[in-house]
């Protein structure tokens, strides 16, 4: 009853929390407002995130003074805050760590050297002796700790009994052979925090929440649940370190550490196995008790959660994250940062980045799992999408959600682009976005107070990581083993089976009865092993004793061979492994005890049919679809099967489940519930339940009832009428004028391009039928200067794309760039030049001969090129080199005049290929090399942050025609004038129009407005977004863009009337809309039926129709993806981050918007 009650009306714990992106200059009028507006659309609370855009000074008395107003107003309204303890990320400093906007510097950083993160790098040097060798100043830029010698013995691999120190020997006689001499130093970082040391951390505990308690102490655990941690990490460019490292080491396993570094880079025979598990241990535990353990205990002692992510991929964990179980065990609240909406297309929540978090808050016993989801999904996510993504993260045990974000403000590129989309008033559907939290709400409610059912449990491979981290990068084999690992976990989600993921601690720890592990909320009477080189002895003798006792063991790939304890090929650990698995590992299984130990192949795709089979799943998918997802949970007196449809169209969940009792279909949208039909029995019954496509529903057993028969629900004929007639259509913006139904609205964007005078036939251009496809989208924010230029070329620059088409902040940071391009010559030239320019330095070669260098971005160099061209293939090379902080860039014009009186024009463009020096880039996924490089246009002269540029020693000359182009949008009656400086006419289609009396250029005809600027100075142009006037016109089913509203963000209304007959009144009507782009209100007769923000697009119109005339009206909203494909900034125009999101990042699809139909209305 307690369920069922919270499932209608979720309780507030359950509702999600909003990120609430502080992004601008904060005041009160305006933060009491979006409180306000937050409560209402049914969200929990919210965590107050300082965002780099940030103006008003963070952790200042007007920072103190509006988080006190926003506390104070959260807690008259019931509205919980959170804080964010960090302005942006990672955790840790206190500050941007590049302030900017009046911040003030990090006050973690600003404390001194010490305080920095500090990582071990190396120079190593390689020797052919005998030879004498002059070791003197041979280290790494930073503070020397040690040099040692060793014989190489192989690719890769050292001789440990080698091993000589040679930090004091200035000249070392090197023996015959082939050595390597590691030379270690530290080297400090500048812009993240030391998280192994801590006082450091103390010092971060100090800074914010303590600054925090002394001022909101009182409200902490009441309208202050608690505090946000974001993606603290080891910032180690290779080897993570700290002064106490070396004493903790010895402290930890007895032995010295300097004399073994080597072995964390190179191999060095059986001993490297246990050095390199060592090292990452006690690096582990530093991390732990400096960051997680301080902190955490901080807050307890507070009356605060903690809560917070750090990084999920287990790749990495050993060098940036230690052991991830054994830190993460400190959070109150343990989180997720869910990449899948951020890094993936189609958007998706990936089982293997949520169930490490998951499995954490069950091993801990914690009340609460939190997933931050739906961040960086760009202006195109709908709320399907969120749908989606919220039935994946119930699934695999997500019980809190914290949406990122709901963004202050847009009113800067840096604030619009930091990861969006925003959920917030700014888009249109923010008015219906209550049916979003409500359905999270639901779905969060089902699963708090539920238990997952699996006893199924995956070790996690960080100590098989660890060993195979070489110089503080995972190597091949830990890559291998960590993609089996997510494989495993990501193949059985796809076949419906729920796992924990479990450390070695619980192995080692947890109590074993009955052939069943139990820790906290996670019982496991099967393990399964992804590849695993490495395992402690202690480990494996668990793991025998669980199989004696009944339980299964299934590995994936390698077994088991080296150890922390003995290193590499432990024979007591194999001999193990032997008697667990059997003289000859296999499929079938090895029986031991009561148990049995299974062998698959490494290949998971492969392995994955067999792995099924030897799990006992208790509920099972009839089909094998990869579409549905499922997880069986408990609670007292019930079991309950969450089922998601993941796929774009309906599906058919056919499911056999062990499950008694009674059974109901719960709906998350609607709180609704209705008995379900169930087969069968003996311990296995059957049901089948539609599920509408991207929708979810909760199964759910009273097993403390004897079941019923269920009625077979009865088929219902109907008739459908489909309402093909034109719709009355016009748009809700713009205000009332004394006309009528007439609105003035505003026109905010035009298509634009300019010519030198007499350059171009204007006719032509005034042709609705001239393709200006190319011509840029100018947002008439602002008055058009500094967007007129000479130059046909553009800059361009190299920007580096993870997964082929990523674009992230550092994408375009690079040192040096190669340009090529080639052309043919079919005739011989009569004159030809060329002019270029780089930043900061630009070498350029034609055919292999340089033809010249620029030194000064701003000042092109032009040479003539003549000399150097040649029939047929020409080869163009430009050099580019990067010597300020200034972005890296080339831009190339060519004039080529041929004898026929032909031009041949080459100027840098999208395409010239481009290449750039290896570097290591963190793409959010992982440390990549190779990440593919595209040319990228950051835009032609006058493009910021350059501006003008002169083209061939000239700057822009005056006068020019600026051309604006726009269709009209359908019901467009009249035009204001334009706010304008210089001469210009207004044009519709061809004709010139002039305006009346009443300054309003009216319009009867026509479906291109063109307005033609002459120029006499850059000041020139229009100055304003123009106004023009609409009434609603009849239109049939089409989308906006071809209504002449393709730029529009916002609702329009469509109405239209029908007629019934009194028996059609009568009967069960349900109003199908068919396609709409993306969400719609539906008012009856003047009576509000409701509103649909997912497909399908249907109600139930019973009882609102009647006979005769029936009245519909229809309010459809689309997405801020269509505004913000044309909101761009000026000043960041050249910005690959900035275009990014205002063109790569959006979907064509989800720019269609209104109302597709058909519309039909299906009677009986």
Same mark, same amino acid.
Request: hydrophobic share 40%; aromatic share 10%.
């Given at each position: 009853d307690a369920l069922r009650a919270s499932f209608e009306s979720p309780p507030a714990d359950d509702r999600p929390l909003a990120a609430w992106h502080w992004n601008g200059d904060l005041r009160e009028a305006e933060l009491n407002r979006q409180l306000i507006e937050l409560r209402a659309k049914g969200l929990g609370g919210a965590v107050l995130q300082a965002r780099p855009a940030l103006r008003t000074p963070y952790l200042g008395e007007r920072w103190w003074d509006a988080v006190g107003y926003t506390v104070g107003k959260g807690a008259r309204a019931g509205f919980k805050i959170w804080f964010q303890d960090e302005l942006g990320s990672p955790s840790g400093s206190a500050g941007p760590v590049a302030p900017k906007h009046g911040q003030a510097a990090p006050v973690v950083l600003a404390a001194g050297p010490v305080h920095h993160a500090k990582s071990l790098v190396r120079n190593i040097i390689e020797v052919d002796g005998p030879a004498q060798v002059s070791l003197e100043g041979r280290y790494p830029a930073g503070e020397p700790v040690v040099r040692i010698g060793a014989r190489l013995i192989g690719p890769g691999e050292l001789d440990p009994a080698s091993f000589v120190n040679l930090t004091k020997v200035p000249v070392w006689s090197c023996p015959t052979g082939a050595w390597r001499v590691f030379a270690f130093a530290v080297r400090t970082s500048d812009?993240?925090?030391?998280?192994?040391?801590?006082?450091?951390?103390?010092?971060?505990?100090?800074?914010?929440?303590?600054?925090?308690?002394?001022? #909101?102490?009182?409200?902490?655990?009441?309208?202050?649940?608690?505090?946000?941690?974001? &993606?603290?990490?080891?910032?180690?460019?290779?080897?993570?370190?700290?002064?106490?490292?070396?004493?903790?080491?010895?402290?930890?396993?007895?032995?010295?550490?300097?004399?073994?570094?080597?072995?964390?880079?190179?191999?060095?025979?059986?001993?490297?196995?246990?050095?390199?598990?060592?090292?990452?241990?006690?690096?582990?535990?530093?991390?732990?008790?400096?960051?997680?353990?301080?902190? *955490?205990?901080?807050?307890?002692?507070?009356?605060?959660?903690?809560?917070?992510?750090?990084?999920?991929?287990?790749?990495?964990?050993?060098?940036?994250?230690?052991?991830?179980?054994?830190?993460?065990?400190?959070?109150?609240?343990?989180?997720?940062?869910?990449?899948?909406?951020?890094?993936?297309?189609? $958007?998706?929540?990936?089982?293997?980045?949520?169930?490490?978090?998951?499995?954490?808050?069950?091993?801990?016993?914690?009340?609460?799992?939190?997933?931050?989801?739906?961040?960086?999904?760009?202006?195109?996510?709908?709320?399907?999408?969120?749908?989606?993504?919220?039935?994946?993260?119930?699934?695999?045990?997500?019980?809190?959600?914290?949406?990122?974000?709901?963004?202050?403000?847009?009113?800067?590129?840096?604030?619009?682009?930091?990861?969006?989309?925003?959920?917030?008033?700014?888009?249109?559907?923010?008015?219906?976005?209550?049916?979003?939290?409500?359905?999270?709400?639901?779905?969060s409610t089902i699963v708090n107070q539920s238990r997952a059912a699996t006893s199924i449990a995956v070790l996690c491979p960080v100590t098989s990581v660890a060993a195979n981290t070489a110089d503080g990068r995972p190597n091949t084999r830990a890559h291998e083993v960590a993609d089996a690992f997510e494989a495993i976990i990501d193949g059985l989600f796809g076949r419906q089976v729920d796992v924990h993921v479990v450390d070695e601690a619980f192995v080692e720890g947890a109590r074993l009865k009955d052939a069943v592990l139990t820790q906290g909320a996670v019982r496991a009477s099967t393990v399964i092993l992804p590849p695993t080189p490495v395992m402690s002895r202690a480990v494996a003798r668990r793991l025998a004793a669980l199989v004696r006792e009944g339980g299964t063991l299934v590995a994936v790939g390698e077994i088991p061979?080296?150890?922390?304890?003995?290193?590499?090929?432990?024979?007591?650990?194999?001999?193990?492994?032997?008697?667990?698995?059997?003289?000859?590992?296999?499929?079938?299984?090895?029986?031991?005890?009561?148990?049995?130990?299974?062998?698959?192949?490494?290949?998971?795709?492969?392995?994955?049919?067999?792995?099924?089979?030897?799990?006992?799943?208790?509920?099972?998918?009839?089909?094998? *679809?990869?579409?549905?997802?499922?997880?069986? $949970?408990?609670?007292?007196?019930?079991?309950?099967?969450?089922?998601?449809?993941?796929?774009?169209?309906?599906?058919?969940?056919?499911?056999?489940?062990? &499950?008694?009792?009674?059974?109901?279909?719960?709906?998350p949208e609607t709180g609704g519930m209705q008995p379900l039909a169930v087969t069968g029995g003996r311990g296995r019954r059957t049901f089948s339940i539609p599920i509408l496509a991207g929708a979810a529903r909760v199964v759910v057993f009273d097993t403390t009832a004897r079941a019923k028969a269920v009625p077979a629900a009865r088929r219902v004929r109907s008739k459908s009428v489909e309402i093909a007639v034109d719709w009355q259509f016009a748009l809700q913006a713009g205000v009332e004028t004394r006309q009528g139904s007439v609105r003035k609205l505003e026109l905010p964007v035009m298509r634009f391009a300019d010519f030198a005078l007499g350059e171009g036939r204007l006719e032509q251009l005034r042709d609705p039928r001239y393709d200006d496809s190319a011509w840029r989208q100018l947002w008439l924010k602002a008055p058009a200067l500094d967007v007129v230029g000479n130059w046909r070329a553009s800059w361009i620059t190299g920007v580096r794309k993870p997964d082929g088409w990523i674009v992230l902040p550092t994408s375009d940071d690079h040192e040096r760039l190669r340009f090529t391009k080639t052309l043919t010559i079919t005739e011989p030239p009569i004159k030809a030049w060329a002019t270029f320019s780089g930043v900061d330095r630009a070498a350029v070669y034609l055919n292999g001969t340089p033809l010249g260098e620029s030194q000064e971005w701003n000042n092109p160099v032009t040479y003539n090129i003549m000399p150097y061209l040649r029939l047929g293939e020409n080869t163009i090379v430009a050099d580019v080199v990067r010597t300020s902080g200034a972005p890296i860039s080339l831009i190339f014009e060519s004039q080529i005049d041929l004898r026929s009186g032909e031009t041949v024009v080459v100027v840098s463009d999208r395409s010239w290929e481009v290449a750039s020096p290896r570097t290591e880039m963190w793409t959010g996924s992982g440390i990549q090399r190779d990440v593919p490089i595209v040319t990228w246009e950051r835009g032609r002269p006058p493009v910021k942050p350059w501006g003008h540029v002169p083209l061939l020693g000239e700057p822009v000359r005056f006068p020019r025609t600026l051309m604006y182009r726009q269709n009209l949008p359908v019901g467009c009656v009249g035009i204001a004038i334009p706010v304008v400086k210089g001469e210009h006419g207004v044009?519709?289609?061809?004709?010139?129009?002039?305006?009346?009396?009443?300054?309003?250029?009216?319009?009867?005809?026509?479906?291109?407005?063109?307005?033609?600027?002459?120029?006499?100075?850059?000041?020139?142009?229009?100055?304003?977004?123009?106004?023009?006037?609409?009434?609603?016109?009849?239109?049939?089913?089409?989308?906006?863009?071809?209504?002449?509203?393709?730029? #529009?963000?916002?609702?329009?209304?469509?109405?239209?009337?029908?007629?019934?007959?009194?028996?059609?009144?009568?009967?069960?009507?349900?109003?199908?809309?068919?396609?709409? $782009?993306?969400?719609?209100?539906?008012?009856?007769?003047?009576?509000?039926?409701?509103?649909?923000?997912?497909?399908?697009?249907?109600?139930?119109?019973?009882?609102?129709?009647?006979?005769?005339?029936?009245?519909?009206?229809? $309010?459809?909203?689309?997405?801020?993806?269509?505004?913000?494909?044309?909101?761009?900034?000026?000043?960041?125009?050249?910005?690959?981050?900035?275009?990014?999101?205002?063109?790569?990042?959006?979907?064509?699809?989800?720019?269609?918007?209104?109302?597709?139909?058909?519309?039909?209305?299906?009677?009986?």
């Open positions: 812009d993240r925090i030391d998280c192994l040391r801590a006082d450091t951390v103390r010092r971060f505990l100090d800074a914010t929440y303590e600054a925090y308690a002394e001022r #909101y102490g009182d409200a902490f655990g009441k309208g202050i649940p608690g505090i946000y941690f974001d &993606a603290p990490h080891l910032a180690a460019g290779h080897l993570p370190w700290t002064t106490d490292l070396p004493a903790a080491f010895l402290q930890a396993t007895g032995y010295a550490l300097l004399a073994k570094l080597p072995m964390l880079v190179y191999r060095a025979g059986p001993e490297t196995v246990r050095v390199r598990c060592d090292f990452y241990r006690v690096v582990a535990a530093m991390y732990e008790e400096a960051w997680f353990h301080q902190i *955490s205990a901080w807050c307890a002692a507070h009356g605060l959660l903690w809560a917070g992510h750090t990084e999920e991929l287990v790749a990495y964990h050993p060098a940036r994250q230690g052991d991830y179980f054994r830190t993460m065990r400190h959070a109150h609240v343990p989180s997720v940062d869910a990449l899948g909406f951020r890094f993936a297309r189609p $958007r998706t929540v990936r089982a293997s980045e949520i169930k490490n978090a998951v499995s954490v808050a069950a091993l801990a016993g914690r009340k609460r799992v939190m997933a931050r989801a739906f961040g960086g999904a760009g202006w195109g996510v709908t709320l399907g999408d969120l749908r989606r993504g919220a039935n994946l993260l119930a699934v695999l045990g997500v019980d809190t959600v914290l949406i990122s974000g709901f963004f202050y403000t847009l009113d800067s590129a840096e604030a619009a682009d930091d990861w969006p989309s925003s959920y917030f008033y700014q888009n249109p559907y923010w008015e219906h976005f209550g049916a979003v939290s409500d359905y999270l709400s639901r779905l061979s080296a150890s922390p304890d003995a290193g590499g090929a432990d024979r007591t650990l194999s001999r193990a492994m032997r008697e667990l698995f059997g003289p000859a590992p296999s499929p079938a299984g090895f029986k031991s005890g009561r148990g049995r130990a299974h062998a698959l192949p490494e290949d998971v795709t492969a392995a994955l049919p067999d792995l099924v089979r030897i799990l006992d799943v208790p509920v099972a998918l009839a089909s094998k *679809s990869t579409d549905i997802a499922l997880a069986s $949970r408990t609670v007292d007196g019930g079991e309950i099967i969450l089922i998601a449809n993941c796929s774009a169209t309906d599906q058919t969940a056919s499911v056999a489940t062990s &499950a008694r009792g009674p059974a109901e279909v719960w709906d044009f519709v289609d061809v004709r010139e129009r002039t305006p009346d009396i009443n300054g309003i250029y009216n319009i009867t005809t026509g479906g291109l407005l063109s307005i033609e600027v002459e120029a006499s100075d850059f000041s020139n142009g229009i100055l304003a977004p123009l106004e023009f006037y609409t009434r609603p016109t009849a239109v049939k089913l089409k989308p906006w863009s071809e209504l002449g509203y393709a730029w #529009y963000s916002g609702t329009g209304v469509y109405e239209r009337s029908f007629e019934l007959t009194a028996a059609q009144a009568e009967g069960r009507l349900i109003l199908d809309l068919g396609d709409v $782009r993306h969400h719609v209100e539906v008012i009856l007769n003047n009576r509000r039926i409701g509103r649909r923000v997912w497909p399908p697009y249907t109600f139930d119109v019973t009882g609102a129709v009647q006979k005769g005339n029936n009245t519909l009206r229809l $309010r459809v909203s689309n997405l801020l993806t269509n505004e913000m494909r044309w909101r761009r900034d000026e000043l960041h125009m050249g910005s690959p981050w900035h275009l990014y999101w205002h063109e790569d990042n959006i979907e064509p699809a989800s720019l269609v918007s209104g109302l597709l139909g058909p519309v039909v209305l299906r009677i009986g």
